[in-house]
């Protein structure tokens, strides 16, 4: 059971995935077979290549998403998980595979949809925000929801310490959820 992560930036919750499961024995890991990105210079790559795991990097989305496509058929990928994928999907490819693309996102959706999702909250002064794994479908952030989980804003909280909060859930919440999906649960 497989997936491939697609990833546009740092990659701390690919690194949660790679790290999830026991070190020694193998038990619950989570077998990335590629990681790929629309940017060359995505740190997440790097995380990717010290753990040995293949990458490629394409700017252009087409191009990208056709090779996900042969690479997802010829390596028997069950679920192409999108971590910090800053790019929209198109239709054809969404179509393609329903129902096994999945992505998080930092806010209690369908609240603050699209990028800044945790500046937006902040700003807004919501006392609750939080994270949400969710299908792919063509809109942006639009999916079935399929996990969330609270994340509370007190009044000394700085920016960077909702960040600090909703990163921490995240890296627990999103191997978890994959770890179900390719149960089959
Ligand atoms: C995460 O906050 C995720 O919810 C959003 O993009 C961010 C990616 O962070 N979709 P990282 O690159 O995994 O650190």
Redesign the pocket.
Known sequence: MSIVVL?????????AIMDAGHPFTGENKINIKFVMSDKHDAY?LKRAQKRKIPTLSQPKLKLLEKNVTKLCKANNVELIV?????RLLNPDFVKKWKGKII????SLLPSFKGAN??EQAYNYGVKYTG?TVHYVDEGMDTGSIIAQEVVTINKFNSLNDLYAK??EV?HRLYPNVIRELLKGK
Not at 103 to 106: G, L, R, T
Request: charged letters at 5%.
């Open positions: 990833l546009s930036g740092s990659g701390t919750n690919l690194q997440g999108l971590a910090g994928f800053m992505n998080i996102h930092p999702a945790v994270v909703i990163h995240e």
